[in-house]
C-alpha cells in the first residue's frame, strides 16, 4: 500500500497562513498527491492533487518536493471553517480509484 | 443541486434486519464507490463500479452486496445485520477511475445496530 506520513495534529490562528506538511518517501515515479479534508459530520472533500508540479486552486496551493518524497498543502488564510482532518493520500495508477485514507492531521483554527 | 447525495441519512435498526442504502450523483460521472469509516474514524473502501461493473471488491462480508442499476446508481444492500457493521457509509463519485481523478463524496449514512 502506498503509504505517506502525517502529524496527528496541528493548530493554527485565525486569518494565519497553515503549512500542513506529508511525507511519502516511498512514493513512485506515477503516484499522484491528492489531499482531502473532512470536516465535522460531513464526508471527504476534495482539497487539491498534483503530480510533480506546484498546484494552487481557490482552497489551497499545493508544494511539492522536488525529490517528490514530501509535500505540503498551504492554506493560506485560515479560517475557523478550515477547522477538518486533512489527509495526504498517494492515488496510484492502475488502482482503480482506490483512495487509502490514513488517519489525517487533526487542523485546529483558535480566533 | 446535491452532487453524490445519499439516503437515508440516519439509519437505526435492529441486528439481524436487512437494509438497503441508496446513493445518486448528478455529475455524469463513470465511477462510483462505496467507503465504510468505522468509530476508530479510519476510512475505507468498500467497492467500486465503473460504468456498472465491479472493479474494486474489497475483503468484505458477503452481507454486503452493490448493486448499480445505471452509472448514475449506486446502492448498497446489506443483510442480517451485526453489530459491527455499526458505522457511517459514504457513496463518492468520479468523472473516471484514473489516478488523477478527484472523488466526490456524499455527507454519509450514519448506521446504527442495535
Known amino acids: 500500500d502506498a503509504k505517506t506520513t502525517q502529524p496527528n495534529s496541528m493548530e493554527s490562528n485565525e486569518e494565519e497562513p497553515v503549512h500542513l506538511p506529508c511525507n511519502h518517501s516511498?512514493?513512485?515515479?506515477?503516484?499522484?498527491i491528492h489531499w482531502y479534508r473532512q470536516l465535522p459530520s460531513q464526508g471527504p472533500e476534495y482539497v487539491i492533487h498534483?503530480?510533480?508540479s506546484n498546484v494552487n486552486n481557490r482552497m489551497a496551493s499545493l508544494a511539492i518536493a522536488e525529490d517528490r518524497k514530501s509535500s505540503t498543502l498551504i492554506l493560506h488564510r485560515a479560517t475557523l471553517r478550515d477547522a477538518a482532518v486533512y489527509y495526504c493520500?498517494?492515488?496510484?495508477?492502475?488502482?482503480?480509484?482506490?483512495?487509502?485514507f490514513g488517519k489525517g492531521t487533526k487542523l485546529s483554527v483558535k480566533p | 443541486d446535491t452532487a453524490v447525495s445519499q439516503t437515508p441519512k440516519y439509519l437505526v435498526t435492529q441486528m439481524g434486519n436487512d437494509k438497503s442504502i441508496k446513493c445518486e450523483q448528478n455529475?455524469?460521472?463513470?465511477?462510483m464507490y462505496w467507503y465504510k469509516q468505522d468509530s476508530k474514524k479510519f476510512l475505507k473502501i468498500m467497492f467500486s463500479?465503473?460504468?456498472?461493473?465491479?472493479?474494486i471488491n474489497e475483503t468484505v462480508p458477503n452481507r454486503f452486496s452493490p448493486k448499480s442499476p445505471d452509472k448514475a446508481h449506486l446502492n448498497l444492500h446489506i443483510n442480517s445485520l451485526e453489530l459491527g457493521d455499526s458505522a457511517v457509509y459514504f457513496c463518492?463519485?468520479?468523472?473516471?477511475?484514473?489516478?488523477?481523478?478527484?472523488?466526490?463524496f456524499g455527507d454519509g449514512t450514519r448506521l446504527s445496530i442495535l
Open positions: 463518492a463519485s468520479s468523472q473516471d477511475s484514473g489516478a488523477r481523478r478527484p472523488q466526490h
Open positions: 516511498t512514493i513512485s515515479g506515477t503516484d499522484y
Open positions: 498534483g503530480l510533480t
Open positions: 493520500i498517494l492515488s496510484v495508477v492502475g488502482s482503480q480509484g482506490n483512495l487509502i
Open positions: 455529475l455524469g460521472h463513470d465511477t
Open positions: 463500479y465503473n460504468n456498472k461493473e465491479l472493479i
